[in-house]
């Protein structure tokens, strides 16, 4: 059980997640993080939802919903609850929104990227937004400094992951005001991750790395909120040949439906189980138990990069 962080969860079951966002088919890295994320709930008795993040509408594939469950059906990959859909759930993230807004956590701001492109894209500080007038539009960001009113411009805060360590970022240079819902009105994922996982009562947040970067801000956002903070731990990411992650933005192959038990066996591999060989040929079954049985997270500790075609 990954439980290195002291938080407020450690006495409730587990219950961990996978949040896919729609904008296209799962792939291999994707595959890596669910698995990853299925073998730490099941290996601790806990529950394992899937979410489905469709809060960008404009960048969504059509029919990406349908293949990614359709993929995870196909690895056996089941949500132990009625899969939810963040584009159902705006009331809520709207009731946080409000909640924030009464208590002066969050401003309104029309600062656009080319404005704060001399400061590397972060917001720190003042705003000297005007929204005098109904037709301006602008975004709602988060007080940084607001739920760390002790501590001066210079200072740090972190976390500790159960895979990574301890974890720190500035919040002038690194954090800054972010974004919780955006001018275009759609909803951040930050607040609505937040939100889901507090509703959701996710104990457990196990995903890639690449993810890391946005941890403190949902943390800010959990103790604004007073919602209890989880565990993490994040898993390192598959680069392609060219050293660059597996993404659908880099146009990573679909996941190979046709295989899936030696997909999972390769999964495995990568994750540093060391499935013995001829479980390669078991059925999808098979394989996820002997995962379950034999998970041991720690052997990803500190590791943030590996080749996707580990073990060559």
């Not at 959990?222 to 994040?234: E, F, K, S, T």
């Not at 060391?274 to 394989?287: A, G």
Request: hydrophobic share 40%; aromatic share 10%; glycine share 4%.
């Amino acid at each position: 059980m990954f439980s290195n962080s002291t938080i407020s969860t450690a006495d409730i079951p587990y219950v961990g997640r996978f949040a896919p966002s729609p904008t296209g088919p799962l792939h291999f890295g994707s595959l890596l993080a669910a698995v990853a994320s299925y073998l730490d709930a099941r290996s601790n008795n806990g529950k394992w939802i899937i979410r489905m993040e469709d809060l960008d509408p404009p960048r969504e594939m059509a029919n990406a919903k349908e293949r990614i469950l359709e993929a995870l059906d196909v690895y056996q990959l089941y949500s132990d609850e009625p899969i939810v859909y963040q584009s159902e759930r705006y009331p809520l993230y709207q009731a946080a929104l409000d909640r924030l807004i009464h208590n002066d956590l969050v401003f309104p701001c029309t600062c656009s990227r080319k404005q704060l492109s001399a400061v590397d894209g972060i917001h720190f500080g003042n705003c000297g937004s005007d929204i005098s007038s109904p037709d301006i539009e602008f975004a709602w960001r988060f007080n940084c400094q607001s739920i760390n009113a002790e501590l001066n411009t210079e200072s740090e805060v972190s976390f500790n992951d159960a895979l990574q360590g301890h974890f720190k970022q500035s919040l002038q240079q690194d954090i800054g005001d972010f974004v919780v819902k955006r001018k275009d009105l759609l909803w951040a994922y930050q607040l609505a991750m937040v939100v889901d996982d507090f509703q959701q009562g996710v104990t457990h947040v196990v995903r890639g790395i690449d993810l890391i970067d946005s941890t403190l801000r949902q943390n800010m956002l959990q103790r604004a909120l007073n919602y209890p903070i989880p565990h993490y731990a994040h898993i390192p990411v598959a680069c392609a040949e060219n050293g660059q992650k597996l993404s659908k933005q880099n146009l990573a192959p679909a996941l190979d439906l046709e295989n899936p038990a030696a997909n999972l066996w390769r999964a495995l591999s990568w994750l540093r189980q060391e499935p013995p060989e001829n479980l390669r040929q078991e059925s999808v079954k098979e394989v996820l138990a002997w995962g379950i049985a034999n998970w041991q997270p720690l052997k990803l500790q500190g590791l943030q990069n590996q080749a996707a075609n580990y073990p060559a």
